[in-house]
């Protein structure tokens, strides 16, 4: 909806009922556009004297130069280690003496962060927010520490076998694609990025036309406008393409194994999943449930755990991508017992889309998708991150107030269909880090 420059948008509210601490009560979305036009979402909360803001820019580390992966990263470790006139120390004392907290983060389609301060430091964080955005330094000094942190990390991780087995089965599942290479970069990758490329990203990356915003807390809809031309409006109007091409995981039925000396062996597996906007996510969401994704109550965890006492855990989740999609799980088991818990993984991924789900799995399940959603709301932080990602997904201003209508309307036969759409258990392509007994590297017949 067009609104006025200096106005707020009324109509464009939506009501929900979220847990903000105390009793439920109803909170409201509000679209606010800036008079150089920017957009961002409100939800006014007046009760203590906060903000949070959360911002992303479409675009990530999937677009990070062949040869230069943790680039994106890099960058967002380093936008608040000094800018405009404040070096790293000054910078970073003011934050502190201000008690405002700014993050940035990188991901494989986004780029973002968020600010949390104090409402009588508004100006002051969003001014500090402003210049690490469009005037970073990149010294030499916070380049190299920073540059040093994460190469030590890169290192670590390659000691840790859940690290080993995500790095692994990216690359098995996306050989030639940017999902397929570390968010975090590699020592060699890490080591040739130079200040010019880090200028470079910040110039074509952080622009007004990719950017999305959400906002909570104790800031009014006109102030909110004001700052967001302050902050934002200096950014480049638009962004180098961010698209990625799109991308079918190679789900194969692969089993890859990497030896390493451990006692336990982490597993992971996946397959081609379901994006955000497929006619067919919620029922897919409800199936994920009731094979994995539902904790103590799934299927997974009553045959692996429960039953058999496998694993601890074992779960499944939805991977939605901007460019393609996973439906991917994990499990952590004795070497001994590895073979056993793939084997039950792969009759439960049969079951479902064989057998499909009866009517008590499926009225428990939506019963708990509908009635814990509003725990979700339990920070003005959490609050503003989905305001983001509602955005980031173009499911529009009114989506929380229809979401729960989106799962009380999945029937049986929908899970039942999705089911038998989705799951292929000759399709896992699964990688066991550790020394399983009786399992080896080889590809489904």
């Not at 700052?227 to 950014?235: A, E, I, N, R, V």
């Not at 180098?240 to 390493?260: H, M, S």
């Not at 397959?271 to 994920?288: C, L, W």
């Not at 729960?404 to 036969?413: K, L, P, Q, R």
Request: with cysteine; net charge neutral; proline share 5%.
């Amino acid at each position: 909806m067009i609104i006025g420059a200096f106005r707020r948008c009324l109509p464009a509210t939506v009501l929900l009922i979220a847990l903000l601490g105390a009793p439920a009560r109803a909170i409201e979305v509000q679209r606010v556009i800036s008079p150089g036009g920017i957009e961002a979402w409100l939800v006014e909360d007046h009760t203590n004297p906060l903000v949070a803001l959360r911002f992303a820019f479409r675009g990530g580390a999937g677009l990070d130069p062949m040869g230069k992966e943790g680039l994106a990263d890099l960058v967002s470790s380093l936008l608040d280690e000094g800018a405009g006139d404040l070096d790293s120390q000054a910078f970073q004392g003011r934050l502190e003496d201000m008690a405002i907290t700014l993050r940035f983060d990188a991901g494989y389609d986004t780029f973002g962060g968020r600010l949390r301060t104090l409402s009588a430091n508004l100006g002051e964080a969003f001014d500090l927010l402003r210049l690490a955005l469009t005037l970073p330094r990149f010294d030499d000094e916070p380049v190299a520490r920073i540059r040093g942190q994460i190469l030590t990390m890169i290192r670590r991780n390659l000691e840790d076998p859940d690290v080993i087995a995500g790095r692994t089965l990216r690359r098995a599942l996306f050989p030639d694609h940017p999902y397929g290479r570390p968010v975090m970069g590699t020592d060699d990758s890490i080591k040739s990025i130079a200040a010019a490329d880090l200028k470079r990203f910040v110039a074509e990356r952080l622009a007004r036309d990719n950017l999305v915003i959400g906002a909570v807390g104790d800031i009014d809809a006109d102030q909110l406008a004001t700052l967001l031309d302050k902050t934002f409006g200096g950014l480049p109007g638009q962004a180098a393409p961010w698209q990625l091409p799109e991308v079918t995981p190679a789900a194969t039925g692969r089993t890859i194994v990497v030896r390493k000396a451990v006692p336990q062996s982490a597993i992971l597996f996946a397959q081609a999943g379901i994006k955000r906007d497929d006619i067919d996510f919620y029922p897919a969401y409800v199936m994920n449930y009731i094979l994995g994704g539902g904790g103590f109550t799934s299927r997974l965890y009553s045959e692996v755990r429960e039953k058999r006492g496998l694993a601890y855990s074992v779960y499944t989740t939805l991977t939605p991508l901007e460019s393609s999609a996973l439906l991917q799980g994990g499990a952590g088991t004795a070497n001994a017992r590895v073979a056993e818990t793939l084997g039950v993984v792969r009759a439960e991924w049969r079951r479902m889309a064989t057998g499909g789900v009866d009517e008590t799995e499926l009225a428990d399940t939506k019963t708990y998708l509908t009635g814990s959603f509003p725990l979700r709301f339990s920070s003005s932080g959490r609050i503003a991150a989905i305001l983001t990602a509602i955005q980031l997904d173009n499911l529009g201003i009114d989506f929380l107030q229809r979401r729960n209508g989106y799962v009380e309307a999945v029937t049986g036969d929908d899970v039942n269909r999705v089911a038998r759409r989705l799951l292929d258990a000759k399709g896992l392509t699964t990688v066991v880090v550790g020394q399983p007994e009786g399992v080896s590297s080889l590809r489904q017949p």
